[in-house]
């Protein structure tokens, strides 16, 4: 009887511990958005080795949840810069983040996303910081990014991103915009 007690003691404070340790548990539609964008995610090797089927996404790397179990900040540094230019016609890549209704932080840095910014992003009403440095990013930047509010920071720099920034990014309220090293033409948006 106390031996049983003890180790249902035991099982108690462990599921304690572990829901202290890795607090939220993942929602589902926020743990598929991440599964769908890595699988378009050319060279995901050692980043998303965390990033296993059936585990709480709030724990994987680079992923961090807010107090409803809803992404919050999704941050991968690949080790290497992407080395070619992606070929062929440029295509939407991670149209499926656009579903992380939290996301108030989207940086990557020199992962190979090599694809086109959706239009779907422009739905995160969160977002409040972009940051795409180094990410063989091509296209032209989507207007939708301009309904993102409560963005403050849009760093794209050193991609391949091509046509004329949307004028309407200088509506938003940023504190921080870096369109360099691509291959914009025209002007860039000027911010106060
Ligand atoms: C966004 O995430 C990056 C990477 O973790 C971090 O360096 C940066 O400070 C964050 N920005 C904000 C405003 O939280």
Redesign the pocket.
């Known amino acids: 009887m106390a031996a049983g007690l003890g180790a249902w003691a035991v099982v108690v404070l462990a599921t304690t511990l572990a829901t202290v340790a890795y607090g939220q548990n993942c929602k589902p539609v926020d743990s598929q958005a991440l599964k769908y964008f890595q699988l378009e995610i050319v060279f995901g090797g050692e980043e998303f080795k965390t990033w296993q089927d059936g585990t709480n996404c709030c724990t994987w790397d680079g992923v961090t949840c807010n107090g409803n179990g809803n992404v919050e900040?999704l941050?991968i540094v690949a080790k290497d810069v992407p080395a070619a230019r992606p070929q062929g016609d440029p295509y939407l890549v991670g149209t499926a983040l656009g579903d992380l209704v939290g996301l108030?932080?989207l940086?990557m840095l020199n992962v190979a996303y090599n694809g086109q910014i959706p239009p779907a992003w422009g739905g995160l009403a969160n977002l409040?910081?972009l940051?795409l440095d180094g990410c063989n990013v091509v296209g032209s930047i989507p207007e939708e990014l301009c309904r993102l509010g409560n963005l403050h920071?849009l760093i794209l720099k050193g991609n391949f991103i091509s046509g004329s920034a949307p004028e309407c990014l200088s509506s938003l309220s940023l504190s921080s915009l870096d369109l360099s090293g691509n291959q914009l033409s025209g002007s860039v948006p000027s911010i106060p």
């Open positions: 900040s941050n108030k932080n940086t409040e910081v940051n920071t």
